[in-house]
């Protein structure tokens, strides 16, 4: 198996060159030795665990989740290192940096081992939900215990027959002297039980006796697997169960339960915030989680790429036009093409990862970057996972039958990948929150701010000392017009018929993506050719990036014509269609 290396010299090129959002409240030395860092624990301790725990999967026995050999331990190094609080208030002993690092460190965190970044990641979401919502006592009594890595933290959205129609969730809470009682069932649980730490909180969604029918009825509550004392110290066991877990495709690190709520008397929780309002509550959560949704697939997609290219520089299989015999696959065009794919959907979607993370930041006092913020988290979430979950088959492909067969571990990454365009909202509600929320609620006027900026970078780019620029220039500029269009092409068709851009809606996504992630690859080139032009910088990475940028425009961006195709003209046959058809 390949060690896993993280992209640290992409990351600090991004952070350096090419966001647009502000500066990043960190210097660059700094910068680089958390990075650094980040990925020393990634290659030592997670990637190791990896293809482990995608054997060796959680148990569950007697009412408790054992984890895989090694997880504890882990778990307790990480949480030792200080690396669950990254972006936390250090009044609650984080280390205050920015989300924007935070982003960065769960990437590298999950490329090494998905299913344990994903309970980071859902841990640091229950904690940004009580810096929120909760009031001062359970703020300092469970906060502190999540960042030090003591509790992890899980959301308990799913019933069985409510998934993502939480309208209908029938977990019920009642009062019970200065708590409340909880009864029900959830399911599909991420890190619902386990033993790596001495303490769970969960999140949960119930309705209280006597609420409103239907999503305003539905209040938030802090539910943990232990009850606590003042000092926050760990009791007796509450009535939160662990009855099953799913068998799944992959992610099998991941012990997902169902959970059995106040068998007996109803398990102890503490209401979050004002009663009725816990969904618009949980969208804090969900927001944080969608976004670290498509980092955990940039993460897997770019260890799928090394471990492809790594086979690929060893592999001798036929020989290249042009080779000598014995000259590895990855002189055959075709898997140089693949290569060169997975590449550069990394980039483009780190890249737009770190400006949608930088604008969370700016957002804190900025509320046009808070707005675009918001734009680009479905993005973010669905762009950046469907890419990962192509990435990692094209991983596979370039492994030929090898691929296919367990032991290479190349389909792990596939199976793995696969369920991040599942949760946390499916990428079709992603894409209608896209239209619906983020274009069509204010008039499309964040997305033309964004579209605006991306096109005044590009009317301004110099390319008469770098004639080869011309043509990435002029390729950006089509596909930004063509994001432009298909925008003002949702905004007229909403007027008349909203199922229609409903039924575009995942096209439209997919076209921002490429469009975005094309200016930033763009951009790339651009500044990596200045800085060589110059003299300096790390020539190999350099012309790397200005390569990569290029088969991106041509291989990729170029999409974009054929989206708004289907965008503007194809909304009919799928809106119009009877279900006899099918």
Same mark, same amino acid.
Not at 11 to 31: K, R, S
């Given at each position: 198996?390949?060690?896993?290396?993280?992209?640290?010299?992409?990351?600090?090129?991004?952070?350096?060159?090419? %966001?647009?959002?502000?500066?990043?409240?960190?210097? &660059?030395e700094t @910068?680089?030795?958390?990075?650094e860092?980040?990925?020393? /624990?990634?290659?030592?301790?997670?990637?190791?665990?990896?293809?482990?725990?995608?054997?060796?999967?959680?148990?569950?026995?007697? =009412?408790?989740?054992?984890?895989?050999?090694?997880?504890?331990?882990?778990?307790?190094?990480?949480?030792?290192?200080?690396?669950?609080?990254?972006?936390?208030?250090?009044?609650?002993?984080?280390q205050? /940096?920015?989300?924007?690092?935070?982003?960065?460190?769960?990437?590298?965190?999950?490329?090494a081992?998905?299913?344990?970044g994903?309970?980071?990641?859902?841990? +640091?979401?229950?904690?940004?939900?009580?810096?929120?919502?909760a009031?001062?006592?359970?703020?300092?009594?469970?906060?502190?215990? #999540?960042?030090?890595?003591?509790?992890?933290?899980?959301?308990?959205?799913?019933?069985?027959?409510?998934?993502?129609? @939480?309208?209908?969730?029938?977990?019920?809470?009642?009062r019970?002297g200065?708590?409340?009682?909880?009864?029900g069932?959830k399911?599909?649980?991420?890190? =619902?039980?386990?033993?790596?730490?001495?303490n769970?909180?969960? /999140?949960?969604l *119930?309705?209280?006796?006597?609420?409103?029918?239907?999503?305003?009825?539905?209040?938030?509550?802090?539910?943990?697997?232990?009850?606590?004392?003042?000092?926050?110290s760990?009791?007796?066991?509450?009535?939160?169960?662990?009855?099953? $877990?799913?068998?799944? #495709?992959?992610?099998?690190?991941?012990?997902?339960?169902?959970?059995?709520?106040?068998?007996?008397? !109803?398990a102890?929780?503490?209401?979050?915030?004002?009663?009725?309002?816990? $969904?618009?509550?949980?969208?804090i959560?969900?927001?944080?989680?969608?976004?670290?949704?498509?980092?955990?697939?940039?993460?897997?997609?770019?260890?799928?790429?090394?471990?492809?290219?790594?086979?690929?520089?060893?592999?001798?299989?036929?020989?290249?036009?042009?080779?000598?015999?014995?000259?590895?696959?990855?002189?055959?065009?075709?898997?140089?093409?693949? $290569? @060169?794919?997975?590449?550069?959907?990394?980039?483009?979607?780190?890249?737009?990862?770190?400006?949608?993370?930088?604008?969370?930041?700016? !957002?804190?006092t900025?509320?046009?970057?808070?707005?675009?913020?918001?734009?680009?988290?479905?993005?973010?979430k669905?762009w950046?996972t469907?890419?990962?979950?192509?990435?990692?088959?094209?991983?596979?492909?370039?492994?030929?039958?090898?691929?296919?067969m367990?032991?290479?571990g190349?389909?792990?990454?596939?199976?793995?990948?696969?369920?991040?365009?599942?949760y +946390?909202?499916?990428?079709?509600?992603?894409?209608?929150?896209?239209?619906?929320?983020?274009? /069509?609620?204010?008039?499309? *006027?964040?997305?033309?701010?964004?579209?605006?900026?991306?096109?005044?970078?590009?009317?301004?780019?110099?390319?008469?000392?770098?004639?080869? %620029?011309?043509? %990435?220039?002029s390729?950006?500029?089509?596909?930004? *017009?063509?994001?432009?269009?298909?925008?003002?092409?949702?905004?007229?068709?909403?007027?008349?018929?909203?199922?229609?851009?409903?039924?575009?809606?995942v096209?439209?996504?997919? $076209?921002?993506?490429?469009? %975005?992630?094309?200016?930033?690859?763009?951009?790339?080139?651009?500044?990596?050719?200045?800085? #060589?032009?110059h003299g300096?910088?790390?020539?190999?990475?350099l012309?790397t990036?200005v390569?990569?940028?290029?088969?991106?425009?041509?291989?990729? &961006?170029?999409?974009?014509?054929g &989206?708004?195709?289907?965008?503007?003209?194809?909304?009919?046959?799928?809106?119009? #269609?009877?279900?006899?058809v099918?």
């Amino acid at each position: 198996m390949t060690t896993y290396t993280a992209p640290t010299r992409d990351f600090l090129f991004v952070m350096e060159h090419l %966001l647009d959002a502000g500066d990043v409240n960190i210097d &660059l030395e700094t @910068l680089a030795a958390v990075l650094e860092e980040a990925g020393k /624990l990634a290659a030592k301790v997670h990637s190791p665990t990896n293809r482990t725990a995608d054997t060796d999967k959680p148990v569950l026995a007697r =009412g408790q989740v054992r984890m895989p050999v090694g997880w504890g331990p882990m778990h307790r190094a990480t949480a030792d290192g200080g690396w669950i609080g990254t972006s936390q208030n250090p009044d609650y002993g984080g280390q205050g /940096l920015p989300v924007l690092v935070n982003s960065a460190v769960l990437e590298i965190f999950c490329g090494a081992n998905m299913a344990f970044g994903l309970c980071m990641a859902l841990t +640091e979401g229950v904690i940004e939900t009580l810096e929120h919502v909760a009031s001062d006592d359970l703020k300092q009594r469970f906060i502190p215990k #999540l960042i030090s890595g003591e509790w992890t933290g899980t959301m308990n959205l799913t019933e069985p027959q409510a998934g993502s129609d @939480l309208s209908t969730i029938r977990t019920k809470a009642w009062r019970d002297g200065g708590h409340y009682r909880i009864s029900g069932q959830k399911s599909f649980i991420s890190f =619902g039980d386990h033993d790596m730490s001495e303490n769970i909180l969960h /999140l949960v969604l *119930a309705r209280i006796e006597g609420a409103p029918d239907g999503v305003k009825g539905i209040s938030l509550f802090a539910v943990p697997k232990y009850l606590v004392g003042e000092d926050g110290s760990p009791g007796v066991c509450n009535e939160v169960t662990p009855v099953s $877990l799913e068998h799944k #495709l992959g992610l099998h690190g991941s012990p997902t339960a169902a959970l059995s709520y106040g068998d007996d008397e !109803g398990a102890i929780g503490y209401l979050l915030g004002a009663e009725n309002r816990g $969904l618009e509550y949980m969208f804090i959560m969900m927001n944080r989680e969608r976004h670290m949704c498509g980092v955990q697939a940039i993460g897997v997609a770019e260890m799928a790429f090394q471990h492809a290219l790594a086979y690929a520089g060893e592999r001798v299989q036929g020989t290249p036009m042009g080779h000598s015999p014995g000259t590895p696959i990855i002189g055959h065009p075709d898997v140089r093409r693949m $290569l @060169l794919t997975m590449k550069a959907y990394a980039e483009a979607t780190r890249a737009l990862a770190c400006q949608s993370a930088a604008m969370m930041d700016a !957002g804190e006092t900025n509320s046009h970057a808070q707005a675009e913020s918001e734009f680009l988290t479905p993005i973010v979430k669905a762009w950046s996972t469907d890419v990962g979950f192509e990435v990692a088959s094209l991983g596979m492909q370039v492994f030929g039958g090898l691929g296919y067969m367990e032991e290479t571990g190349a389909a792990q990454y596939m199976r793995d990948v696969r369920v991040t365009s599942i949760y +946390e909202g499916t990428n079709g509600i992603q894409a209608n929150d896209l239209v619906f929320r983020k274009v /069509l609620r204010d008039g499309g *006027a964040t997305a033309r701010r964004l579209l605006d900026r991306m096109s005044q970078y590009v009317n301004d780019m110099d390319v008469s000392a770098e004639p080869v %620029l011309k043509h %990435l220039q002029s390729r950006l500029e089509i596909a930004l *017009a063509d994001a432009t269009s298909a925008t003002e092409s949702l905004i007229v068709a909403a007027e008349d018929e909203a199922r229609y851009v409903a039924a575009v809606a995942v096209p439209y996504l997919k $076209l921002m993506g490429i469009a %975005l992630g094309g200016f930033y690859m763009v951009k790339g080139v651009a500044v990596a050719q200045g800085i #060589l032009d110059h003299g300096s910088g790390d020539e190999e990475f350099l012309r790397t990036k200005v390569s990569t940028g290029h088969f991106y425009v041509d291989h990729i &961006l170029c999409q974009t014509t054929g &989206l708004t195709h289907t965008i503007t003209q194809g909304a009919s046959v799928v809106a119009s #269609l009877k279900h006899e058809v099918y």
